[in-house]
């Protein structure tokens, strides 16, 4: 193993704007480090970072992007629908996951021509440790998530607690953790928690492609969850590197404006809008790249935030976006001129997040999101919704204190556009308490400690700075 030669990764992320976002930023950390990068997607997915990697390249950085294509008619999905943000149903979603297996070969005629040293593949595609072995190099583990709540997953699946509870909405402890971490049934997606099915039977796969591959890199950092990687890599037998967070790599504005995909408004005029705001007195309201919220929901969270008398920027991305604006409350927007400022479609999340007016952050608690917002020093409202969100909030809430809880009770993935599952009450009373009073400024305090903390894991000698590097090296001499 020499030193000096230049590694070459490939990763392959998840087909999601909350993978994709974070892989283009290790993508560019690892070639800040002299490392040679392929990122391998299909064309729609290469073209929300086309931008960004041009750029990149021009500043020198040895990133390049391999299109494969989307296997749309094999897979009986219409054509275009390449990412998870397009997927709009239960019966959509298993099609697009019955995709994944067919990306096998072309993934592996890609190793073969590019013969990179280490492939970094999401957990979902089960098969790519096996591909990565057929050439004998590692296959690293990427699934956009941290490590708390990817050991709370492993242990419900494993000792699947919630069997022997009564009723859907009755505590039961998640065994085997460092700490003790309390979840009801309802927090679960059903394939979960119900009998054997197809769904669960592709989770497991998951779990155990992730369990047989050479280790798993986080966007997180190990401050933030120090009990956690020790016991994820101690009762897990994994390699762990925290890495995060990761945005922290990006200083350009452009690129913090271009995450993902081209902003609904123009950054210049959002960044106005918040300059004539005072600090930490404007509430960012977004919930991530995929939910869309139902109509009764939008007018539910209109009434709130109107209650609540807070400044806010609200993207709004709702079930059907054909219909008219009805969830609009009469007069809502014209009451709120000034006051409020709207977002349909895409906003620049980053920025909003790092500008000083923003004093609070009403999430689903996506993990990218949840990384962004600690990075920026900014409290949370949490609300979630799917995925593993319920689990990041017991993080941010329980265990790093750094936000107020709606209450969101129960796991979905759709929204049921007559319904709203979180009141316009429980909406004000927890953004009142995030941003008014002594609590909000202990937990603002909280949040400042972990802006710290983030900034220092990533500098020189910090924490995440050292597990890259040894990743580094670590991946330097297991090269042939
Ligand atoms: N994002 C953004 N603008 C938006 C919505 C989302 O820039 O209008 C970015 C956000 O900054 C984050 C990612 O998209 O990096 C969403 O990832 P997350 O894990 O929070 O949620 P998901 O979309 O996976 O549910």
Redesign the pocket.
Known sequence: ASKSRQLHIMFFPQF????L??TVDMARLFARHGVKVTIATTPLNAHLFANTIQRDRELGLEISTCIIKFPSAEAGLPEGCEN??SITSEEMLDKFRKAFNLFQPPIEQLIEEHRPDCLVADMTFIWATDAASKFGIPRLVFN?TNCFALSIIHSLMRHEPFRNIATDFESFDVPGLPDQIKMTRMQLPNHMREEDNERKKLLKEALKSELTSYGVIFNSFYELEPAYKEHYSKILGRKVWHIGPV?LCNKNNDDKAE???V??IDRHECLRWLDSKKPNSVLYI??????RSSAAQLNEIAKGLEASGQNFIW?V?KVNSEDKEEWLAEGFEERMEGKGLI?R??????LI?DHEATGGFM????????I?SITAGVPMVTWP???E?FANEKLIIDILKAGVSTGAKEWSRWADDTKFKVTKDDIQRAVTRLMVGEEAEQIRNRARELKEMARRAVEEGGSSYSDLNALLDELRLNCP
Do not use: K
């Open positions: 999601a704007q909350g993978h976002i974070p998870l943000s956009g945005s995450r993902g995909d902003a609904s977004c919930f991530g790249s995929m939910f993207v991305r977002i479609g895409w906003a620049p999340q980053v997040l999430t689903h608690c996506g993990w990218n999101s949840t962004e919704l799917h995925a969100q």
